[in-house]
């Protein structure tokens, strides 16, 4: 299957990897997997005072799109606060990536770490 | 289609690999193409339909994966090919550090063996309590789904290892 150059770009070139303590209060933390084809993704936020994220990293361990969509997603989030980063929908990743559907799922793991994330944070700062 | 009554075997996740694969010979034979090569155009249709199926099951029963989703799709709940999403942090955790770990090791071809038997050993714990699961009547299919997934990620993991192992092997 041939992958659009967008995720080759991502793939070659991945954006942000790497990750924060993830006891520090400022940063949210989303793990997610996808059983079909055993793929985990770590998503890790930055937030600053006014809930605004600063930096995100990710580690992904899973095939081309799932890196991909996981390194444009880190770009993506920074700048937005969090309530705007979880109104990111797998679709605008998979057009934006172009990728077909049998890995629309790399594209709804994405989603769901980043809701993780947020998740994670509120509960932290609850 | 229940490949349980069809290889007239118990309806359990621990199966007799010994009883499977001699039913399915008997099946087989019975069904073959090679049987009905004198018979009518629909009978022979009817046997290669029964001969691709005893085929399906044979593959579904054979690999404990494949085959609780059987099991869990026979209480009711279909989760293969699904695209649900898993989020359970702890378990998804250990997973990350275990793939960070093989990376480290890629190279120590002791180290990947020794990791391999930690993780048939897991595999063989998650299968224990998956068969105590479907055991009990009582059981939420949401629950023994959970588990399956699990599988997944672990078995993925495992095949890494013996890949990783294959490509030392090759230099």
Redesign the interface.
């Known amino acids: 299957m041939a992958y659009s150059e967008k995720v080759i770009d991502h793939y070659e070139n991945p954006r942000n990897v790497g990750g924060f303590d993830k006891n520090d209060p400022t940063v949210a933390?989303g793990?997610?997997?996808?059983?079909?084809?055993?793929d985990?993704m770590?998503l890790q936020l930055k937030v600053g005072e006014n809930g605004v994220i600063e930096d995100a990293k990710f580690?992904t361990?899973g095939c081309g799109s799932a890196i991909a969509s996981s390194s444009l997603v880190t770009e993506w989030v920074k700048g937005k606060t969090l309530d705007e980063a979880t109104t990111i929908k797998n679709t605008d990743i998979a057009e934006e990536l172009a990728l077909p559907p049998v890995k629309?799922?790399c594209s709804?793991?994405a989603e769901?770490a980043i809701k993780?994330a947020v998740a994670?944070y509120k509960k932290k700062n609850a | 289609m229940n490949y349980f009554s069809l290889f007239n075997l118990p309806e359990t996740l621990t199966l007799d690999t010994h009883a499977l694969a001699s039913s399915y010979q008997t099946l087989q034979k019975l069904t073959h193409p090679d049987k009905f090569a004198t018979a009518s155009a629909q009978e022979q249709r009817i046997a290669m339909q029964k001969n691709a199926q005893v085929n399906d099951g044979y593959s579904v029963l054979k690999h404990p994966l494949s085959r609780a989703q059987h099991l869990l799709s026979l209480r009711g709940l279909v989760i293969d090919h699904e695209q649900h999403t898993l989020g359970d942090p702890e378990f998804l955790m250990q997973q990350m550090e275990w793939r960070e770990t093989l990376e480290e090791i890629s190279s120590d071809e002791a180290a990947l063996e020794e990791m391999q038997t930690e993780i048939q050993a897991n595999i063989k714990d998650k299968l224990t309590g998956l068969a105590s699961l479907f055991e009990d009547e009582q059981s939420n299919n949401e629950d023994i789904a959970n588990e399956i997934r699990k599988l997944t990620f672990i078995y993925k993991f495992s095949a890494q290892i013996d890949a990783q192992l294959d490509k030392l092997d090759d230099f």
């Open positions: 933390t793990m997610v997997g996808a059983p079909a084809c055993g985990v770590k580690k361990y629309i799922h709804i793991l769901d993780a994670d």
